[in-house]
């Protein structure tokens, strides 16, 4: 697989526009200094902890190339990825500051080489086994290597083991890339939105059923 034109400079899949989706997510500090974790149907904590690595071991990944939880020092990096494959409605710093250590956020990176090349964002909501992609991102010079499906994997694995059984997301129609990323992973299109960005961009909105743990 070689290595493709970069898709333009898109906002993200799934940034606010007109949907009713996970705003507090997006806004609340859920990690916020006295705010206690939520009890939700998903598995504890510890339980998540242990099974996470493990879920993360089992996708599989281009040659040379890593994927595990952000940690802080991933921070400068994050927001600098945010500013090259995102052309407005960036993530702040201060967002990832939030996110990174919030009990309803899953966000992953792909590193080599101490390098960080990909991020991925995925939102949980309390009581609700369905979860929101709300940001996907390969650096530039590292796409068409299959970077962006494996962190796509990893997240829709590692959301399973916090009990998620559906992911949504929005992509802007004219985002190719991302829409055949999602169509090729099992994405099924089940909206389509008007004017859903701040720019009056449409959007699609996707949504796929995560395999059942429970079942062989
Ligand atoms: C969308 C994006 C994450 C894809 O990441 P990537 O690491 O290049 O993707 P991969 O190499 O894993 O490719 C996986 C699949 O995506 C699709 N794809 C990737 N780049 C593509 C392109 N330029 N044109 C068409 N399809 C493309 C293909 O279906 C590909 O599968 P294939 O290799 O079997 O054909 C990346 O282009 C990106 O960061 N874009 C800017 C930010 C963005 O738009 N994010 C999505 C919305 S939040």
Redesign the pocket.
């Known amino acids: 697989?070689g290595l493709?034109?970069?898709?333009p400079?898109?906002?993200?899949?799934?940034e606010a526009g007109t949907g009713d989706w996970f705003p507090a997510a997006v806004a609340a500090p859920v990690h916020a200094a006295g705010v206690q974790p939520e009890r939700h149907n998903c598995a504890p904590i510890d339980a998540r902890q242990r099974l996470a690595p493990a879920s993360l071991r089992a996708v599989s990944t281009p040659p040379d190339i890593a994927l595990r939880p952000a940690r802080p020092g991933d921070l400068a990096a994050l927001v600098a990825l945010e500013q090259t494959?995102?052309a407005y409605d960036r993530m702040s710093r201060r967002q990832y500051q939030r996110h990174l250590g919030s009990d309803r956020a899953i966000l992953l990176v792909a590193e080599s080489a101490g390098e960080l090349l990909?991020s991925a964002l995925l939102f949980l909501r309390r009581h609700s086994d369905l979860a929101r992609?709300?940001?996907?991102?390969?650096?530039?010079a590292?796409?068409?290597?299959?970077?962006?499906?494996?962190?796509?994997s990893a997240i829709e694995a590692l959301a399973i083991t916090r009990g998620i059984r559906r992911i949504r997301?929005e992509?802007?129609r004219d985002?190719?890339?991302?829409?055949?990323?999602y169509?090729?992973?099992g994405y099924r299109r089940v909206a389509a939105l008007d004017a859903y960005y701040d720019d009056g961009a449409d959007a699609w909105r996707y949504e796929k059923t995560l395999p059942d743990p429970a079942q062989p």
Do not use: D, Q
């Open positions: 697989m493709r034109r970069a898709a400079s898109l906002t993200h899949a799934c494959a995102f990909g992609l709300y940001s996907l991102a390969t650096a530039a590292s796409r068409g290597r299959g970077v962006g499906r494996a962190l796509l997301l992509v802007r985002n190719t890339a991302a829409v055949a990323l169509e090729g992973h």
